[in-house]
């Protein structure tokens, strides 16, 4: 998933995996740095710093003797993963999450652009372990992997190296976005987005279907539960068992989530739309506890995340609207009804829609009322009650090829 570096840079982490395993000399480097990591996380707390050029000036001495094997710009990369990691820390700590001493587990390094080379031609990476010390690794390319090697305007970033696979960061400037001839404005929903497609004046319904996003959360959430009351003598195994079901549930998720935001990107890019969605930031549920658990809003963020990140790569326009009344909103009489129940919408004046197509239809008349939406126009009365283009449904999972995507460019 891309991460904005700077306003007009774009970076977008591709995992490669390696043709062998990694040659032991590059094991022992990523045992180095995670020894260096962890070490100036120490320091770095010991003295109350967590910027890189902080850390270099107190420490890089010392870390010179006690490593004096290694390349010296992984060891200034090691000081800016620590100083990642520490901003972390002092964060949970500012929000009153008391937590241990920060210490990176995982084997990995991270070497910045001037400290590797690629052949993007043969996919071969040069890294230099130490003086007169090169390895070369040998990437798997496939045909997902060339649209990026071979895209010159994407230049390279940092590369991070894991036990079994390395993450190419490729870095864009950010497109221009471009001129709306139409709009997709979408209500967001637990099992599915709903909304309208607006185009030359007609309206009609638009639905991307995902059930099995609520079923997995409902199914993981239940084992959980269960794996808990039964290892209840044992806390820690409890939880580290609860750490592998939830890793699970989000990879399957996010998978599903990733398919779902490319059907909605390729339709809006195709079709030169806005995409307009409702802003969830502070958005909280006054619904039970109960109920709010189940309709855990992690995977709708999650969601806009995606597509708004993807639509930044592709220079599709996103409008954030607030979503307040969106649902209880009569959008051709502008009446606000006190309850929002039942599947239907209906209005005094005579109005009715399925709700969560009316809500999109508010948020969409929120965008252009706020002149977010271009010039775009838009009339509730030319909505087209038979039509529903469908943007993505279950069975679309089985014909979509998975792709290499990762968001794991930095480490946290
Ligand atoms: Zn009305």
Same mark, same amino acid.
């Given at each position: ?15 490669? #995996? ?188 638009? =639905? ?43 990879? #399957? ?30 958005? =909280?549920? =006054? ?13 709708? #963020? =999650? ?110």
């Amino acid at each position: 998933m891309p991460v904005i570096v700077k306003d007009w840079m774009l970076v977008k982490g591709v995992v490669f #995996r390696l043709e062998s395993g990694l040659p032991s000399e590059a094991k022992f480097l990523l045992e180095d740095f995670r020894l260096a990591v962890n070490n100036a996380i120490r320091a770095g707390l010991q003295a109350h710093i967590t910027s890189r050029n902080a850390m270099v000036e107190i420490a890089y001495r010392d870390f010179r003797q006690e490593h004096p094997r290694m390349y010296s710009q992984h060891l200034v990369s090691a000081f800016e993963v620590a100083g990642s990691v520490l901003k972390n820390h002092r964060k949970r700590v500012r929000k009153g999450v008391t937590c241990r001493i920060p210490y990176v587990k995982r084997l990995m390094m991270k070497a910045e652009n001037q400290a590797y080379k690629l052949d993007r031609e043969s996919g071969t990476i040069d890294l230099p372990i130490r003086a007169g010390c090169h390895v070369e690794l040998r990437l798997v390319v496939s045909q997902y992997h060339r649209k990026y090697l071979d895209d010159m305007a994407l230049s390279l970033g940092s590369l991070t190296v894991l036990p079994d696979r390395v993450v190419v960061a490729f870095r864009k400037d950010a497109p221009k976005l471009f001129v709306p001839e139409s709009a997709l404005s979408l209500d967001t929903n637990e099992r599915s987005l709903d909304g309208v497609f607006v185009e030359g004046g007609v309206a009609k319904a638009v =639905k991307a279907d995902f059930p099995e996003v609520a079923i997995i959360q409902q199914r993981h959430h239940d084992r959980r539960k269960r794996l808990q009351k039964k290892k209840a003598h044992d806390r820690r195994t409890s939880r580290n068992l609860c750490r592998t079901e939830g890793a699970r549930e989000h990879h #399957r998720i996010d998978s599903r989530l990733h398919q779902v935001a490319d059907s909605v990107l390729k339709f809006a890019e195709e079709r030169r739309s806005a995409i307009v969605l409702e802003d969830l930031k502070g958005f =909280k549920s =006054k619904r039970s506890k109960e109920l709010n658990r189940r309709l855990s809003l992690w995977p709708r #963020r =999650k969601l806009h995340q995606i597509i708004e990140y993807k639509a930044q790569w592709k220079g599709i326009p996103v409008v954030k609207v607030d979503p307040r009344n969106s649902s209880r909103t009569c959008p051709t009489c502008g009446r606000i009804q006190d309850s929002r129940m039942g599947t239907e919408f209906k209005c005094e004046c005579g109005w009715h829609l399925d709700r969560h197509i009316n809500a999109s239809m508010n948020l969409l008349q929120t965008a252009i009322s706020k002149g977010m939406a271009g010039g775009l126009r838009f009339n509730p009365g030319a909505f087209q009650h038979d039509v529903m283009m469908t943007l993505y449904e279950p069975a679309m999972a089985a014909r979509s090829e998975p792709n290499g995507t990762s968001g794991i460019v930095g480490m946290t």
